[in-house]
């Protein structure tokens, strides 16, 4: 479930475009996602999309 981040020298959670990890109903954002490397912005970009993937899947009902 997570692979090595070059960038960081860590292993990061491997998302999906909408920040779905491999766990139904799990996400996961910022820097333990590490889709692009660690700023504030991308933090804060990837935890909105997190958010609001996590509500459409609830309002789907999974």
């Known amino acids: 479930m997570t692979e ?8 990061a959670i ?3 475009p909408a920040q779905r990890t491999g766990v139904p109903g799990l ?3 910022g ?9 504030t912005a991308a ?3 990837s935890g909105y ?3 609001a993937s ?3 899947g ?3 009902g999974y």
């Open 54 to 56: 996590a509500a459409v």
């Open 14 to 16: 491997r998302v999906d």
């Open 43 to 45: 933090a804060v970009a």
């Open 4 to 11: 090595p981040d070059e960038m960081l020298g860590v292993e």
């Open 49 to 51: 999309l997190a958010g």
């Open 31 to 39: 820097d333990a996602a590490a889709t692009v490397p660690p700023s």
């Open 58 to 60: 609830l309002a789907a």
């Open 27 to 29: 996400y996961a954002a």
